[in-house]
T-cell receptor
Framework: DAGITQSPRHKVTETGTPVTLRCHQT?????MYWYRQDPGHGLRLIHY???????DKGEVSDGYSVSRSKTEDFLLTLESATSSQTSVYFC?????????????FGPGTRLTVL | GNSVTQMEGPVTLSEEAFLTINCTYT??????LFWYVQYPGEGLQLLLK???ADDKGSNKGFEATYRKETTSFHLEKGSVQVSDSAVYFC?????????????WGLGTSLAVNP
């Protein structure tokens, strides 16, 4: 199994508070991704990174920011959490040298915003 | 643009039944195609992939053939087991340009009864 961990695995927070989710990999893969998974919407890309300090927006980036200061860590921050951000968040990694390289997923973080 | 359409679930089958989950796509260029599986409470994992027309991906008894003429990548298994109960996602990466983002279908839930 690819070495990807996410922390925390579960979090309950209140509207308006900042929240940071962490993704850590031991595979030295270049690409890292943050997705959210919601019923009826499948997987939606929030942000991704193609190297240290190199990030770009996905399709649902509003209200989220990311940082990648080391190859192994990719942080997702909800600057001021809202109830619409209640979701399951998945981190993924990929070598992405070739377009058919697969993405490996972490176990997910279940976030509830009250 | 690029898109993936999967048959809606849930799909409910008895053990040893034949499974088909339909997936069709729209893409410019020559995409690579994937099926991912998500078991309850876990992240997604790659089930199989195909990188060019007429390729057949296979794994764990599942198969899918890349059909360019019908823009399809249907997932099949001849005899399902209770352990196959999961959500199945079809996805593509477009090989045109430097985009390394997966385009996802909404997922199809499969329940296999003993």
């Amino acid at each position: 199994d690819a070495g990807i961990t996410q922390s925390p695995r579960h979090k309950v927070t209140e509207t308006g508070t900042p929240v940071t989710l962490r993704c850590h990999q031991t595979e030295n893969h270049r690409y890292m991704y943050w997705y959210r998974q919601d019923p009826g919407h499948g997987l939606r890309l929030i942000h991704y990174s193609y190297g240290v300090k190199d990030t770009d927006k996905g399709e649902v980036s509003d209200g989220y920011s990311v940082s990648r200061s080391k190859t192994e860590d990719f942080l997702l921050t909800l600057e001021s959490a809202t109830s619409s951000q209640t979701s399951v968040y998945f981190c993924a990694i990929s070598e992405a040298e070739y377009s058919y390289n697969e993405q490996f997923f972490g176990p997910g973080t279940r976030l509830t915003v009250l | 643009g690029n898109s993936v359409t999967q048959m809606e679930g849930p799909v409910t089958l008895s053990e040893e039944a034949f499974l088909t989950i339909n997936c069709t796509y729209t893409a410019t260029g020559y995409p690579s195609l994937f099926w991912y599986v998500q078991y309850p409470g876990e992240g997604l994992q790659l089930l199989l992939k195909a990188t060019k027309a007429d390729d057949k991906g296979s794994n764990k008894g599942f198969e899918a053939t890349y059909r360019k003429e019908t823009t399809s990548f249907h997932l099949e298994k001849g005899s399902v087991q209770v352990s196959d109960s999961a959500v199945y996602f079809c996805a593509l990466i477009n090989n045109a340009g430097n985009n390394r983002k997966l385009i996802w279908g909404l997922g199809t839930s499969l329940a296999v009864n003993p």
